[in-house]
């Protein structure tokens, strides 16, 4: 176990001396290249702020004015086909939009519930199962100026979609129904 910590410890300063030294023996001009992709990292933060802007006005927008509340009040008939907990539906219809305001929903379900418990179990795969799909769009296409999404929306949503229910039968299977 020492020698796997060890390891660990190494392994990025490892990494920077290689490539430096790699740099160096094929006569490139390492701090030159460094800050030239300093200064490409700066635009690129210039141009996805005003996309991630938006998105952050309009999930607090969503959260403060009840939406939320209203829409999972309507799909409760449906979730209860698929045997979700009602309780994990703000964190199904949040995951695609914001990782913070998702975040935020499993830390109080989990510490409503517990950890153990099969929303919490729901709550913590289906985290891990999902993204955050319009920030995920908002930053790499952004960042490359790409304006026509064509079908990568629906296409995400639709795999949202399957980590959402494949979360509920796999804790239901694996942990049993509650």
Do not use: Q
């Not at 008939?77 to 964190?91: F, N």
């Amino acid at each position: 176990m020492d020698f796997i910590k060890l390891i660990s410890s190494l392994a990025i300063p490892a990494m920077f001396f290689l490539i430096l030294s790699y740099g160096l023996a094929k006569d490139v001009k390492v701090y030159d290249c460094f800050i030239e992709g300093a200064k490409d990292g700066i635009d690129t933060i210039v141009r996805i702020l005003p996309p991630l802007v938006g998105l952050l006005v309009a999930v607090g927008v969503f959260r403060a004015s009840g939406a939320l509340e209203l829409i999972t009040y309507g799909l409760k008939p449906i979730i209860s086909v698929l045997r979700m907990p009602p309780e994990v539906l703000p964190l199904a219809l949040m995951r695609p939009i914001s990782g913070s305001a998702s975040l935020a929903i499993v830390a109080d379900l989990v510490k409503t519930h517990g950890p153990d418990s099969f929303i919490g179990r729901v709550t913590s795969t289906m985290m891990g199962s999902t993204e955050t799909t319009f920030y995920t769009i908002a930053v790499y296409f952004g960042s490359v100026g790409i304006k026509n999404v064509r079908h990568t929306i629906a296409a995400a949503l639709l795999a949202d979609l399957t980590g959402i229910i494949a979360s509920i039968w796999v804790c239901g299977m694996v942990f049993g129904w509650n």
